[in-house]
């Protein structure tokens, strides 16, 4: 697992631009939610798709959305451009 966690934090820093803060609980629960993404994912890497005891999981985003919104929650706001 603890591999799973190395990427995961990796991918933290890049999306957010901030760096990861072990003492973070918020930090800390993105990191482990992300790296069960990563360990369910390992070796269905080529499917879109997979169905198993009538549940169904869909590989068409590499996070789902709660992940998405869990990491925007922190990420740093990048400048926008206003035109008038």
């Known amino acids: 697992m603890e591999q799973y966690l190395e990427v995961a934090k990796a991918v933290f820093e890049a999306y957010t631009n ?10 800390l629960t993105i990191i482990q939610e992300m790296a069960k ?4 994912k ?3 890497e080529g499917l879109n798709s997979i169905s198993i005891s009538g549940t169904t999981e869909n590989y068409n985003e ?3 959305y709660y992940i998405r919104v869990m990491l925007d929650s922190v990420a740093k706001l990048k400048s926008k451009v ?3």
Request: charged share 25%; with cysteine.
């Open 82 to 84: 206003r035109f008038l």
């Open 37 to 40: 993404c990563h360990k369910s």
């Open 62 to 64: 590499f996070y789902p």
């Open 18 to 27: 901030i760096p990861y803060d072990e003492s973070n609980p918020k930090h």
């Open 42 to 44: 390992e070796g269905n």
